[in-house]
Antibody, heavy 121, light 108 residues
Framework: EVQLLESGGGLVQPGGSLRLSCAASGFTFSSYAMNWVRQAPGKGLEWVSSVSGSGDWTSYADSVKGRFTLSRDNSKNTVYLQMNSLRADDTAIYYC???????????????WGQGTPVTVS | EIVLTQSPATLSLSPGERASLSCRTSQTINSNTLAWYQQKPGQPPRLLMNDASNRATGIPARFSGSGSGTDFTLSISSLETEDFAVYYCQQRNSWPLTFGGGTKVEIK
């Protein structure tokens, strides 16, 4: 059974930093791209960042580029989202999401964690 | 950036009725790169359609998808109580990945 367990969320002041972690299990971790998607209170879904299975390629939404860094440790089956220079509009639930097997592990978002809340205030 | 526009914003229907949700993209995309998700309050989204027309594992047959180019549709043939939720389309044709604003299917 695929499981994605996020941690690291919380309350932080504007300009501060947080590091989110996502521990994965139940699949061959290094074979799939991993992602973060966020949802501000009462709003829709926003893709934040993706990392390839090997960890050597990343992509970011313009809204977080230069402030957030996504990485992964395939020996620990864990992805990390380092968030710096946080702003009020970063307040959201952050979901760790696995991509599906289509297109070599770059398919749809097939498994989602329960999310970790981040509040910048 | 590819913008996804979902309509209507809210759909008020009764159990047993058919639902038809629209997703229009600002550019032509490969239908293999359009997915649909369902989200219920307090829960993470759930993948419904891997692409424009293929259901994800375990998704009931009352859900179907169609479309190509810039116009895509998610249909629910006969609404069950558990289907009242918010639905999002999403494209992975090109970066950045983008979602539509969502359609809320509510009980009439």
């Amino acid at each position: 059974e695929v499981q994605l367990l996020e941690s690291g969320g919380g309350l932080v002041q504007p300009g501060g930093s947080l590091r989110l972690s996502c521990a994965a299990s139940g699949f061959t971790f290094s074979s799939y791209a991993m992602n973060w998607v966020r949802q501000a209170p009462g709003k829709g879904l926003e893709w934040v960042s993706s990392v390839s299975g090997s960890g050597d390629w990343t992509s970011y939404a313009d809204s977080v580029k230069g402030r957030f860094t996504l990485s992964r440790d395939n020996s620990k089956n864990t992805v990390y989202l380092q968030m710096n220079s946080l702003r009020a509009d970063d307040t959201a639930i952050y979901y760790c999401v696995k991509r599906g097997p289509e297109s070599g592990g770059w398919g749809a978002f097939d498994y989602w964690g329960q999310g970790t809340p981040v509040t910048v205030s | 950036e590819i913008v996804l526009t979902q309509s209507p914003a809210t759909l008020s229907l009764s159990p047993g009725e058919r639902a038809s949700l629209s997703c229009r993209t600002s550019q032509t995309i490969n239908s293999n790169t359009l997915a649909w998700y369902q989200q219920k309050p307090g829960q993470p989204p759930r993948l419904l359609m891997n692409d424009a027309s293929n259901r994800a594992t375990g998704i009931p047959a009352r859900f179907s998808g169609s479309g190509s180019g810039t116009d895509f549709t998610l249909s629910i043939s006969s609404l069950e109580t558990e289907d009242f939720a918010v639905y999002y389309c999403q494209q992975r044709n090109s970066w950045p990945l983008t979602f539509g604003g969502g359609t809320k299917v509510e009980i009439k």
